[in-house]
């Protein structure tokens, strides 16, 4: 019993580590695929497929660290998709200013 609760649950600094690798990873992420992006989506070969693949399985195993949990993976999961939510936002507020911008110099 006492191994299914250590592998359901996790320390708060475990947590807490899940979160900032999250983030870290999600930024990391992030700028490869603006700097990278359209080579990586216009090459469907099967060497590009291998490396985004692998390039997720690094990720999510820096990300949930020695020994994944559920909690962690939950934890980390929630935090991608905050991050994903937030800059989405971002990007949005970012283009509809731009628009309001460009408007406003004709």
């Known amino acids: 019993m006492t191994d ?8 708060a600094t475990g947590a ?13 992420f992030s700028t490869i695929l603006y700097l990278w992006g359209t080579r990586i989506k216009s090459s469907n070969s099967p060497l590009t497929v291998a490396v985004a693949t692998l390039g997720g399985a690094i990720a999510a195993r820096s990300i949930l660290g020695d020994t994944p949990t559920l909690a962690g993976g ?33």
């Open 74 to 106: 939950l934890i980390a999961l929630s935090t991608l998709l905050l991050m994903e939510r937030l800059f989405g936002r971002l990007r949005a507020a970012m283009r509809r200013r731009r628009k309001a911008l460009d408007r406003g110099s004709d």
């Open 16 to 28: 807490l580590a899940v979160f900032i690798a999250a983030v870290v990873m999600y930024l990391f």
């Open 4 to 11: 299914l609760i250590r592998y359901l649950g996790i320390p």
